[in-house]
């Protein structure tokens, strides 16, 4: 398993139309704003600061910050107290803390 981090968005910065795709199992940390798309088999972790407006896809997403997105995960979405979502949810496994907000749709696989 790779354990690398990539600190792709730190706070402050702001990256409009973007297309990042990650073929590696590392973590993709965003502390700033993205807008656009990421994909990645890893993880993509959106600190509290963080903003991203796109589509992110990845193994398992963790968001602390705002997200107006379709996200996708092959294993699991988790939103964080500081946590918003607006938009899409499809994953199999699909939490929020206490103080989590999300509006949208979700979609976990039921047939």
């Known amino acids: 398993m790779d ?5 792709v968005w730190p706070k402050g910065t702001r990256e409009l139309g973007v297309r990042f795709e990650d073929g ?4 993709v940390r965003i502390d700033g704003r993205l807008e656009g798309d990421l994909q ?3 993880t993509v972790v959106i600190g509290e600061d963080g903003v991203v407006q796109g ?3 990845a193994g398992t997403i963790i968001s602390s910050g705002k997200i107006k997105a379709t996200v996708r995960a092959t294993e699991r979405i ?7 979502l607006v938009g899409e949810v499809h994953a199999p496994a699909f939490s929020m803390e206490d103080g989590a907000k999300f509006q949208g749709v979700s979609d976990m696989g039921v047939t």
């Not at 988790?78 to 918003?84: A, E, N």
């Open 3 to 7: 354990w690398n981090v990539i600190d």
């Open 24 to 27: 590696t199992e590392g973590t």
């Open 40 to 42: 990645t088999s890893g």
């Open 55 to 57: 589509t992110i896809t």
């Open 78 to 84: 988790q939103l964080l107290k500081t946590g918003l």
